[in-house]
């Protein structure tokens, strides 16, 4: 079956990519293609070293989900044709890039799946359409129902939307995938940054860190997708994909650190930055301010989710789809850095 994959260049696309032709490791019954199967769109002038290496395994188109044309050569001749799009606006350079890309983009791009009659179309969300959890003992599932938070939450929200409109009409399969914060190799500078504070002592933690975070190393994330890409009962429906369990921000904090200091010989202070929880209180009514401008301040936004529940079960994928988070937070930290110090990233 031919694949096609948007945001091939980017964090979760190269992960996806890696999994597609190489396999994940522990998942050896995982659907693989072949090469020359995989047609994949990514913008112009976007690369890296590590997309480079695929080069001659892939077809790549030069384009943007944004223009109808580009969505329309990507899936041209792509009759039967399962599609993960990965592309999507997190932090934006222009804040109406959160609607142009994420719902715009998605529309054109599923337009144009329907005109090429392509078989399933595999659209990857997050957990800012349903919000924060109202206490820190709870998990979302798929029955929770739309809380977006801020402006990127809307926009996710509303691409959701838009695929539940072209599932209804029935010309293709379609299946939704939340995924929470992921983590692992072909990370970008600011998960890079993450470390960095952590090893520094100056990853601030808001309140007591008792608060839930799920989280999903990039490998289990590609799996639960690529499964979710051929499981029949799947069509239709969402997923929550994410490592098995949440874990506190202190056990993130905690672990990352002994991964650095234990694993790789690295000096940390071994210091923590406590920060009074108002100070996520006082970021999120700033944030929503700013934002109700529309205008985005990246490092007040995730200000003020520091001291939030964002947590999900992963049940209903694991029994449907068999899906098998394989990799724990201290694996998956341990192969982060891995990466980075074979990269030559400084950490």
């Not at 996710?156 to 695929?163: A, D, G, I």
């Not at 799947?234 to 994909?241: C, L």
């Not at 939030?308 to 899906?323: D, G, P, Q």
Request: glycine share 8%.
């Amino acid at each position: 079956m031919q694949v096609i994959l948007t945001g091939a260049a980017g964090w979760l696309g190269m992960g996806m990519l890696k999994a597609l032709l190489d396999g994940i490791d522990g998942c050896p019954n995982l659907p693989r293609v072949t090469e020359g199967q995989i047609r994949v769109l990514v913008l112009p002038g976007d690369t890296n070293e590590d997309f480079s290496k695929y080069g001659d395994k892939i077809e790549v188109i030069r384009g943007d989900v944004r223009n109808p044309d580009d969505c329309a050569r990507l899936l041209q001749g792509a009759d039967g044709a399962l599609l993960y799009h990965t592309a999507g606006v997190i932090h934006p350079r222009k804040f109406s890039d959160f609607y142009d890309v994420n719902v715009e983009g998605t529309q054109n791009l599923l337009a144009a799946a329907q005109k090429s009659k392509i078989k399933r179309a595999v659209i990857v969300s997050s957990n800012s359409p349903i919000g924060c959890n109202p206490t820190n003992d709870h998990v979302f599932d798929e029955e929770s129902e739309f809380n977006p938070y801020m402006t990127y939450g809307r926009s996710k929200m509303l691409m959701e939307k838009s695929v539940l409109r072209i599932q209804q009409e029935g010309a293709i399969e379609t299946v939704r995938v939340r995924a929470p914060w992921f983590y692992g190799p072909f990370q970008p500078a600011r998960q890079t940054l993450f470390f960095q504070m952590i090893r520094d002592g100056k990853m601030p933690i808001i309140g007591n860190g008792k608060n839930m975070r799920s989280m999903a190393y990039i490998d289990n994330l590609s799996q639960g997708l690529i499964l979710a890409g051929h499981a029949p009962v799947a069509n239709g429906k969402v997923y929550w994909i994410a490592d098995e369990r949440p874990y506190s921000m202190n056990e993130i904090i905690d672990t990352v650190e002994d991964v650095l200091s234990t694993d790789f010989g690295i000096k940390c202070t071994h210091k923590r930055l406590c920060i009074p929880s108002i100070a996520s209180d006082i970021a999120f009514w700033a944030d929503k301010t700013i934002q109700g401008l529309g205008l985005y301040h990246q490092k007040i936004h995730v200000l003020s989710e520091m001291n939030k529940t964002i947590a999900c079960s992963v049940a209903l994928a694991m029994r449907e789809l068999n899906y098998s988070p394989t990799i724990s937070l201290r694996e998956g930290m341990n192969r982060s850095v891995s990466w980075m110090q074979h990269n030559g990233i400084k950490i």
